[in-house]
């Protein structure tokens, strides 16, 4: 057991520290969990062949197709212009993108995919240059996706990590509008509405808005007019998913397909590596990777049973052990990353209602709690495609997400005890 933990941990300390690039640290996990035996090629290699990979190739594509035909900008001019030469009327603009969005696209990391050119086009029009503000609207942009989707089911990698587990495990299934009610107004809506003033308040910088006729202006307007068209066709098949079954990832990579096909060349193959940064995918697979070879090592639930003893659980059913199952949940996302701790844990709630005294509606509630603290941007891999893709350096990143997420959770997770209390939940 101490190879695959050895491995596990090195490649989490990489990952959150920075020492190394992403990616890198990625192909280095590739290498030592196959020279150690530790892992079978189908289990470290299993990230290449989801269909998450595919989704980020996919959004990479879409991603260089919306800013080489300026459509990010044409979809930022609305927004610009209602922003009224306030940093913080910024900062609620794109959070309402993000709330919408969210409700109609199924996939974070296609909504990640999507938002960030539109931001970035965005902080241009306002005249924000590389810096602080520009990087607080990015900051914005990534946890609102990740904050507004934590309590909307269908909405997040985690949620839905957790809704399988549940079902195979426990044969518990989640309704999408209990699930609302329970989780969306502290863990999303109230967790948001703190990030809106810490954002507006740490990263205020002075707008400076670009003349709108400049603002408009687009290098290609017919491939603009295209990709939008197709976009719109990729939007509605997201948002009716339920109705065709076809996965967002699929969707994404026929999306990708057609902006590079000849004689359409929104983005020609001939230019494909200059305008598609090709190193999220290997971090994406290396995340996915480790989250399966902690699990099918056993890693992952022996250090959950390990923590359990550790923090002395008490059978007496009280709030003080629904703060430590959320604790332990939250460590375990540090460990496992949020998908694969929402994966893991259902299978141990069992176990942990028993030695908490607790019944099974609170265990799992400890696991949205944990889940929900956002501390790290390796622990989802959307927030770190939406870093890269902006340019942020990876201590800005990292800093921003820690302090805003430690902040927000301080607040939101015991305010989700008190709503818990209110609406009756047990």
């Not at 990640?112 to 970035?120: E, G, Q, R």
Request: glycine fraction near 8%.
């Amino acid at each position: 057991m101490w190879q695959p933990a050895a491995i596990a941990i090195a490649t989490t300390l990489l990952w959150a520290t920075g020492a190394l690039p992403e990616d890198q640290t990625a192909l280095i996990f590739f290498s030592a969990a196959s020279l150690s035996g530790t892992g079978s090629p189908d289990v470290v290699f299993s990230g290449f062949t989801t269909g998450a990979l595919w989704l980020v190739f996919g959004g990479l594509v879409i991603g260089a197709a919306v800013r080489r035909t300026g459509l990010d900008r044409a979809i930022a001019v609305p927004v610009i212009a209602r922003v009224k030469g306030t940093y913080t009327q910024a900062v609620l603009a794109i959070t309402l993108l993000s709330l919408i969005l969210s409700f109609l696209v199924p996939s974070s990391m296609t909504r990640v995919i999507l938002m960030t050119p539109v931001v970035l086009a965005i902080c241009d029009a306002l005249g924000m240059p590389a810096g602080r503000g520009r990087h607080g609207l990015v900051v914005t942009a990534v946890l609102m996706n990740y904050y507004f989707g934590t309590g909307i089911l269908p909405a997040n990698v985690p949620n839905m990590a957790l809704v399988g587990s549940l079902e195979k495990n426990l044969h518990v299934h989640l309704q999408y509008a209990s699930y609302f009610l329970t989780y969306f107004p502290a863990l999303s809506l109230l967790k948001a509405a703190i990030a809106v003033v810490l954002v507006s308040f740490a990263y205020r910088t002075p707008i400076v808005p670009i003349p709108r006729d400049t603002a408009k202006a687009v290098v290609d307007p017919p491939g603009r007019n295209f990709v939008a068209l197709v976009l719109a066709v990729a939007l509605a098949l997201w948002i009716t998913d339920f109705a065709h079954g076809i996965s967002p990832a699929w969707i994404a990579l026929t999306v990708a397909i057609i902006f590079m096909f000849p004689g359409i060349d929104i983005v020609p193959v001939s230019q494909f590596s200059a305008l598609v940064n090709m190193r999220p995918l290997f971090f994406v697979a290396g995340i996915l990777g480790l989250g399966n070879f902690i699990a099918v090592s056993g890693l992952g639930s022996a250090a959950a049973v390990h923590l359990a003893s550790l923090v002395g659980l008490s059978a007496d059913g009280s709030l003080r052990e629904a703060a430590l199952l959320t604790g332990i949940a939250s460590a375990m996302g540090l460990l496992a990353t949020h998908g694969g701790m929402a994966a893991l844990l259902p299978s141990l709630a069992q176990d942990l209602a028993r030695l908490s005294g607790l019944p099974i509606d609170i265990v799992v509630g400890t696991i949205v709690m944990g889940y929900s603290m956002l501390l790290l941007p390796y622990q989802v891999p959307p927030t770190v495609v939406g870093f890269q893709m902006a340019n942020v350096p990876h201590r800005a990143a990292a800093v921003s997400v820690l302090w805003i997420g430690l902040v927000t959770s301080l607040v939101a997770v015991p305010s989700q005890f008190l709503w818990w209390r209110l609406i009756g939940f047990h």
